[in-house]
């Protein structure tokens, strides 16, 4: 059994600014003792995601199931 999930518009370009640490931390690059550089270029990337998709918080409410599908 598989599941495909549609992203609507999925295929259109987003532009995120990082820095080259960031981008670095986001391929796999482990800086040890400085974990906020990840947590700094994720958080990034999803304030992206949800401003160009308008997505509300897990904690405010949740996903509808159609729109997952």
């Known amino acids: 059994m598989s599941l495909t999930a549609k992203i609507p518009h999925g295929e259109e370009t987003v532009t995120v600014e990082l820095t080259v640490k960031e981008l670095m931390a ?15 270029a994720r958080k990034k990337l999803n304030e992206a995601i949800e401003e160009k998709f308008d997505i509300e918080r897990a904690d405010e409410a949740p996903i509808a199931y159609q729109q997952l599908v």
């Not at 986001?26 to 400085?34: D, E, K, P, S, V």
């Open 26 to 40: 986001l391929a796999g690059i482990r800086f040890h003792g400085n974990h906020t550089i990840e947590v700094s």
